[in-house]
């Protein structure tokens, strides 16, 4: 298994200009999660999803969308880069397990981004 | 001001010592979450603790959870290079694990000294 993969692994952005990260596992999981990392703020959570079709909002999820159309994927939209999106994004996931989901978060190696 | 508050925010220690690092929750804790992280890295999962009182240990890393103080401490033994990085703390906001919803602390920077 490749685990949990992010593309690209770094990105430059003028303001205003939109992408979108990539996320896949191979895994099957259902749960997968987009966090967003800054110096001295941790982690913070910017969507979720709990399976297939189905998202949420986390902490911080504006100027970002989501989907979840299949269950390998969940790309993270940036509709209008800004310089306060600078940040390293990291891509998570975990499995259901009677009902639960797992303990475990498998993390991807992050996403730097850079909006200038 | 986060949820999730560690503390320290960084620590510097000499190789061999023990070290403490908390993590306090401002609202009820579901299941706790231990974290560590390389620089430049994702993030590699430690323990999880959901009862209180649990105490788990892995290797010279300990964790206990006090549920009534909505606190979590991580305790490295005997410190080693290796155990440098930043340690994260982590927490449910639905009980159960029924939600995606997992909120993390600002998290502790760990260097250690050879």
């Known amino acids: 298994n490749a685990g949990v993969t992010q593309t690209p692994k770094f990105q430059v952005l003028k303001t205003g200009q939109s992408m979108t990260l990539q996320c896949a596992q191979d895994?099957?999981?259902?749960?997968m999660s987009w966090y967003r990392q800054d110096p001295g703020m941790g982690l913070r959570l910017i969507h979720y999803?709990?399976?297939?079709?189905?998202?949420d909002q986390g902490e911080v999820p504006n100027g970002y969308n989501v989907s979840r159309s299949t269950t390998e994927d969940f790309p993270l939209r940036l509709l209008s880069a800004a310089p306060s999106q600078t940040s390293v994004y990291f891509c998570?996931?975990?499995?259901?397990?009677?009902?639960?989901?797992?303990?475990?978060?498998?993390f991807g190696p992050g996403t730097r981004l850079t909006v200038l | 001001s986060q949820e999730l508050e560690q503390s320290p925010q960084s620590l510097i220690v000499q190789e061999g010592k023990n070290l403490t690092i908390n993590c306090t929750s401002s609202?009820?804790?579901?299941?706790l979450y231990w974290y560590k992280q390389k620089y430049g890295e994702g993030l590699i999962f430690l323990m999880m603790?959901?009862?209180?009182?649990e105490e788990k240990s892995h290797e010279k890393i300990t964790a206990k959870l006090d549920e009534k103080k909505q606190q979590s401490s991580l305790h490295i033994t005997a410190s080693q290079p290796s155990h440098a990085g930043i340690y994260l703390c982590?927490?449910?906001?639905?009980?159960?694990?029924?939600?995606?919803?997992?909120?993390f602390g600002q998290g502790t920077e760990l260097s250690v000294k050879p």
């Open positions: 998570a996931s975990s499995y259901r397990f009677l009902g639960r989901r797992s303990d475990t978060q498998y």
């Open positions: 895994m099957n999981h259902e749960y």
């Open positions: 999803s709990v399976g297939a079709g189905i998202t």
């Open positions: 609202k009820t804790l579901y299941g």
């Open positions: 603790l959901q009862k209180g009182g």
């Open positions: 982590g927490a449910d906001r639905k009980e159960g694990n029924q939600g995606g919803k997992l909120i």
